[in-house]
C-alpha cells in the first residue's frame, strides 16, 4: 500500500487541445531505452564555471527529432547541492529511458555562514538561482534555433525541482513583473542582476516554459501567482514538512531565514485562479527528505510516475483523444476528488451521460447521470478523464482514484 494520502489534487488545466498532431508512438510513457546517454554542458556564455554547468541526459542511439525538455534543478537551501544530486540522477534516468531530453543544473550557491546572517544575502541567492534556471532554459531554446544539436522541441520546455530546486523553478516562472516584489527585493534585484532577466546571458530571448512541477517548494509571497500567469504547476508536499512549511512560515523555522509559502497556501487563495494553475498532491508524514533519496523512497518512484503523468497530455505529439475544446466551465464539477474507486461521486453537469477514460484516451466506459450522481465501475488507482458535452462543446475534468 503506498503511504501517501492524495488529498488535494485539483483539476488539471493543462490544455489539451484538438489541434495535437500524432500520437506519441509509445513514447515517453514506458521506459523504452535500456541505455541513456550523459554530456556535462556549461550553459551561461557569461560565467564559465562549475556553478554553471548541467547533465544533459537523453536516450542513447535515438532517432526522434524533436524531443521535450525538462529542467531539474537540485535542492540544498541555496548553500549546498549539486546537479549529480542521486534524486537528480534517479530523475532523469526516469524520463531519459522514456524519450525525454534531461537537464540537470547546477546554479550560484551563497556561502553558508553570510547566508544564515544576513536575509539580503538569503534575497540574492533565490535570485541568482533564478536567473541561472532561466538562463539554462534559454540557452536550449538558442540551441533550438541554431541547428538544433540536442534534438528538442521548443514548444515542450518543463521546469521543476526539489526543495531549494522547487522555490527556484517557481520563482523564475511566476516572477515576471519587478513590481511584484517588495521596494527592498526590487533593490537587491538592481544592486546584484540587475533585472529579472539577470546577468547570466541570453536575456533577450524569451522563456518558453509550458509547466512546472514541485518536490516540496514555496513561493517568498503567494502573490506572485496571479492573473498575469499562465503556466499550471503540479506539486507534491508533505504536511509534516519542517525544512520547507506545507503552509507558510520561515525556513526550518528559524526567524532567520526568509518566509516560504510551501504548497498547501497555494491552494487557499483567490478562488478558481489558483485552482486551474495549482494542482497540490498532499503526503502524509514524508517529511522534507523524500525526493532527496532518490528510488530509494518508494514515494519518490511514485511522484516520477505521477509527474509524467501530468506533463504527458501537453506534449505536442500526444494527441487528444478527447477533442476538447475547454477544461475550465463552471457547469461541470466532480467531487470528491479524490475519490475510492468503486464509490458514487456527485456531478454537477447539464448532461445525462459521462464517459470516463484514461489518461491515454482509451474509454473505460459511458456512464448515466442520475440525479447528479454516477456509480464508479471500481477503478484501480491512478488519474482519469471524465467528458462530456455540454451546449455541443466538449468539456473535461480529471479525477484521481487513490489507491485501496
Not at 500500500?1 to 493543462?14: E, F, N
Not at 527585493?185 to 544592486?191: D, E, P, T
Not at 506533463?311 to 500526444?318: F, Q, V
Request: net charge negative.
Amino acid at each position: 500500500m503506498r503511504q501517501i494520502i492524495l488529498a488535494g489534487l485539483i483539476t488539471l488545466s493543462a490544455t489539451l487541445t484538438s489541434t495535437a498532431t500524432a500520437q506519441c508512438n509509445g513514447r515517453y510513457e514506458d521506459s523504452l531505452f535500456s541505455e541513456i546517454e550523459k554530456t556535462t554542458l556549461t550553459y551561461s556564455p557569461i560565467f564559465n564555471d562549475g556553478q554553471h554547468q548541467l547533465d544533459l541526459y537523453s536516450p542513447k542511439n535515438d532517432s526522434e527529432e524533436k524531443r521535450p525538455l525538462i529542467v531539474y534543478i537540485h535542492g540544498g537551501s541555496f548553500i549546498s547541492g549539486d546537479k549529480s544530486g542521486i534524486d537528480c540522477q534517479h530523475f532523469a534516468e526516469f524520463f531519459a529511458k522514456r524519450g525525454y531530453v534531461v537537464a540537470s543544473i547546477n546554479y550560484r550557491l551563497a556561502n553558508p555562514f553570510l547566508f544564515l546572517a544576513s536575509k539580503q544575502v538569503q534575497y540574492q541567492a533565490v535570485l541568482e538561482a533564478m536567473v541561472d534556471a532561466k538562463t539554462s532554459v534559454r540557452f536550449f531554446l538558442k540551441s533550438t534555433r541554431e541547428g538544433n544539436p540536442y534534438h528538442l522541441d521548443s514548444q515542450a520546455f518543463f521546469l521543476g525541482g526539489y526543495s531549494a530546486g522547487a522555490v527556484t523553478a517557481l520563482h523564475a516562472t511566476w516572477i515576471d513583473r519587478m513590481d511584484e516584489l517588495s521596494p527592498e527585493i526590487q533593490s537587491i534585484v538592481s544592486s546584484t542582476i540587475g533585472d529579472l532577466n539577470g546577468d547570466a546571458g541570453f536575456q533577450s530571448l524569451p522563456f518558453p516554459v509550458q509547466g512546472l512541477f514541485s518536490f516540496s517548494g514555496a513561493l517568498h509571497q503567494t502573490s506572485y501567482l496571479d492573473s498575469s500567469d499562465s503556466e499550471t504547476c503540479y506539486s507534491i508536499h508533505s504536511k509534516d514538512d519542517s525544512t520547507v512549511w506545507y503552509e507558510c512560515g520561515p525556513a526550518y523555522g528559524n526567524p532567520d531565514l526568509l518566509q516560504l509559502c510551501g504548497s498547501g497556501s497555494l491552494e487557499d487563495r483567490d478562488g478558481m485562479l489558483r485552482k486551474e494553475l495549482h494542482h497540490l498532491v498532499t503526503l502524509d508524514k514524508a517529511g522534507h527528505g523524500w525526493a532527496g533519496l532518490g528510488n530509494a523512497n518508494p514515494v519518490f518512484r511514485w511522484a516520477l510516475d505521477s509527474i509524467n503523468q501530468y506533463i504527458y497530455p501537453m506534449l505536442p505529439c500526444a494527441k487528444s483523444p478527447l477533442g476538447l475544446s475547454s477544461l475550465g466551465n463552471a457547469n461541470f464539477e466532480i467531487f470528491p476528488n479524490p475519490c475510492h474507486g468503486s464509490e458514487t461521486i456527485h456531478i454537477r453537469t447539464e448532461s445525462k451521460f459521462v464517459q470516463i477514460r484514461t489518461l491515454q484516451g482509451s474509454l473505460i466506459g459511458q456512464f448515466p447521470v442520475t440525479e447528479g450522481e454516477i456509480k464508479l465501475p471500481n477503478l484501480p488507482g491512478g488519474m482519469y478523464f471524465l467528458q462530456t458535452e455540454i451546449n455541443k462543446q466538449r468539456l473535461t475534468r480529471t479525477f484521481v482514484v487513490t489507491a485501496p
